[in-house]
């Protein structure tokens, strides 16, 4: 016999579970500008099948994107070193969440500061759930030189130059700091010096996902 408890603790049970079924996973990616992250995002892509959601990517692809609402602010940001408003960064990395048939993803370059971290909070919150932060330590002018050395090689990207380098290094410095300590003070970061080579940095990283 079902009594109306056993129906409303199966109801409650089953919409539980497909609300934690429905969760994605995450691993925030976070470093200032050539502290290799989007190499080792890769690397963990392919071995442990994780999807890379790259924010500044997507951004760039939205910008590149003929009729998007979007590509004139982005590219304003973007030209100009600062963040682009959370919400179209949320709404942008949902989607590719939404269309993706996988349910772990690295979440690189994001959030980059206080209201970026306040957005996702709000909108991505409940939807997803923060596995750590993996956080890739370089100092400025290792990453400068590497940024130079890849602008040099033709990578294509319009920010690689001194000038936006610099800004994009103050704005790390000022807005993504905060924001790895905030998490750092709730145990969540996973430290990693980026100065070694390839390999070696991945060696460790692959002890977090192991
Ligand atoms: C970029 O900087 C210029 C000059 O300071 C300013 O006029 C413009 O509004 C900025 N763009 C964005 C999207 O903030
Ligand atoms: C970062 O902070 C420094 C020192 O307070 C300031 O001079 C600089 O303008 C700030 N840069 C940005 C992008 O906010």
Redesign the pocket.
């Known amino acids: 016999m079902l009594n109306r408890f056993m129906v409303v603790s199966w109801v409650s049970r089953t919409v539980h579970s497909l609300v934690m079924a429905a969760k994605y996973n995450v691993v925030f990616v976070l470093g200032g500008p050539g502290a290799g992250k989007g190499t080792q995002c890769a690397k963990i892509v392919e071995k442990f099948g994780y999807v890379h959601l790259s924010a500044g990517d997507l951004l760039r692809e939205e910008r590149a994107k003929s009729g998007s609402e979007y590509g004139?602010?982005?590219?304003?940001?973007i030209?100009?070193g600062?963040i682009?408003p959370v919400e179209i960064t949320c709404r942008l990395l949902e989607r590719a969440m939404k269309n993706s048939e996988k349910n772990d993803f690295l979440i690189d370059g994001f959030p980059r500061n206080k209201n970026n971290y306040e957005g996702w909070n709000k909108e991505m919150g409940d939807k997803t759930d923060l596995k750590f932060v993996l956080f890739f330590t370089c100092p400025l002018e290792v990453c400068t030189q590497r940024c130079l050395d890849r602008g040099a090689a033709g990578s294509g990207r319009t920010d690689d130059n001194i000038e936006s380098l610099k800004k994009r290094f103050d704005t790390y410095m000022n807005a993504t700091m905060p924001i790895i300590e905030h998490y750092e003070s709730k145990g969540l970061v996973r430290t990693i010096d980026a100065t070694r080579d390839v390999d070696e940095i991945f060696d460790e990283v692959s002890k977090l996902f192991a």
């Open positions: 004139e602010l982005i590219d304003g940001h030209k100009n600062t682009v």
